[in-house]
């Protein structure tokens, strides 16, 4: 079992920056990969990004690559996703999981954070 809590959501202007951080306890966090997923209203849960369980390989959503970046530190046992140029299409709850292997797929992650908010005005 491991527990996840995000952290760092808030309100922004278009083409601002935000930092979220996922904290995580419980089972040792070096055994996942990391993912973070976002909601819209009234959309369906997607993927934004990914961290292998090294940290050696990350991939993301075709529509935050080059914006958003996943990181991952293991002394801290914190995963983060800083996001730069922000678009109010951004907008949605965020969430933080883990999972046994580098997955695009929700249903590959067992463990899930509460989420956080990000609004991003236009």
């Known amino acids: 079992q491991v527990q996840l809590v995000e952290s760092g959501g808030g309100l922004v202007q278009a083409g601002g920056s935000l930092r979220l951080s996922c904290a995580t306890s419980?089972?040792?966090?070096?055994?996942?990969?990391m993912g973070w997923f976002r909601q819209a209203q009234g959309k369906e849960r997607e993927f934004v990004t990914v961290?292998?369980?090294?940290?050696?390989?990350?991939y993301y959503a075709a529509s935050v690559k080059g914006r958003f970046t996943i990181s991952r530190d293991g002394a801290k046992n914190t995963v983060t996703l800083q996001m730069n140029s922000l678009k109010p299409e951004d907008t949605a709850f965020y969430y933080c999981?883990?999972?046994?292997?580098?997955?695009?797929?929700?249903?590959?992650?067992?463990?899930w954070g509460q989420g956080t908010q990000v609004t991003v005005s236009s």
């Open positions: 419980g089972r040792t966090y070096s055994d996942y990969a």
């Open positions: 961290i292998s369980v090294n940290g050696e390989n990350s």
């Open positions: 999981a883990a999972g046994f292997h580098d997955s695009s797929w929700a249903y590959d992650y067992p463990y």
